[in-house]
Structure formats: structure tokens, C-alpha cells
Nanobody, 129 residues
Framework: QLQLVESGGELVQAWDSLRLSCAASGVGPLNYAIGWFRQASGEEREGVSCISQSGDVTNYADSLEGRFTSSRDNANNTSYLQIDGLKPEDTAIYYC??????????????????????WGRGTQVTVST
């Protein structure tokens, strides 16, 4: 079974940059898209981005102003979320998820969490002013 572990979250100052990692294990021969999501305290979880198996397709939530970049290293089964120009409103738990169903490729909608099959436990990002 595919397992995901996020890392890289920490306390940072506004306008800093941060790179989050999502390490996958138990991948075997699976192809999978990776999605990033975040959940602020007291808020619903929201989709941030999706990157396809090949990395050729990336989608981002319209509200993110181009500050987020997804990438992946398939040789090491690791995906990344680069966040630049961090703002206090970016404070949240960040999750990665994997979708393994080919009918959802290249990138499932991050607004439909039911299309994502495996989830990590999240990493906390806190942005201070």
C-alpha cells in the first residue's frame, strides 16, 4: 500500500520561502498523481496543486497568486511544494495525497477529495508577521 509522509513544515517569517516534501513508499509499479492540500485552523481543507505522474501537467488553485510550485522526483519517489513570499494566511497544515486511478489522470481535481486515494498526515507551516 502506498504511504505518504510530508516534511519541511516549520515556523517562518512573512516573505520567506519554504519547500515541503512528500515522500512516497510502497509505490511498486504504481503510477500516481500527487496533490497538495492545506487546512488552516477552523477552516475546511482546500486544494493547492496537482502534479501528474510525469510532472508535465501541473494545476494550481486560482487564489494562490503564482507563489506555489509543484515538482517531483520520480527516481526518489518524492514530490515537492515550493512556497515563495509566504504570508501569515498561508499558515496551515499541508497535506499531500496520491491518486492512483488512471481514469483520473493526468490530474484529478483538488476540489474533489474523493478522487484522492492515499493521504499523508500533514506538516505544519506557521508564518509569523
Amino acid at each position: 500500500q502506498l504511504q505518504l509522509v510530508e516534511s519541511g513544515g516549520e515556523l517562518v517569517q512573512a516573505w520567506d520561502s519554504l519547500r515541503l516534501s512528500c515522500a512516497a513508499s510502497g509505490v511498486g509499479p504504481l503510477n500516481y498523481a500527487i496533490g497538495w492540500f492545506r487546512q488552516a485552523s477552523g477552516e475546511e481543507r482546500e486544494g493547492v496543486s496537482c502534479i501528474s505522474q510525469s510532472g508535465d501537467v501541473t494545476n494550481y488553485a486560482d487564489s494562490l497568486e503564482g507563489r506555489f510550485t509543484s515538482s517531483r522526483d520520480n527516481a526518489n519517489n518524492t514530490s515537492y511544494l515550493q512556497i515563495d513570499g509566504l504570508k501569515p494566511e498561508d499558515t496551515a497544515i499541508y497535506y499531500c495525497a496520491a491518486s492512483v486511478r488512471p481514469r483520473n489522470f493526468p490530474c484529478p481535481q483538488t476540489t474533489r477529495e474523493g478522487r484522492w486515494d492515499f493521504w499523508g498526515r500533514g506538516t505544519q507551516v506557521t508564518v509569523s508577521t
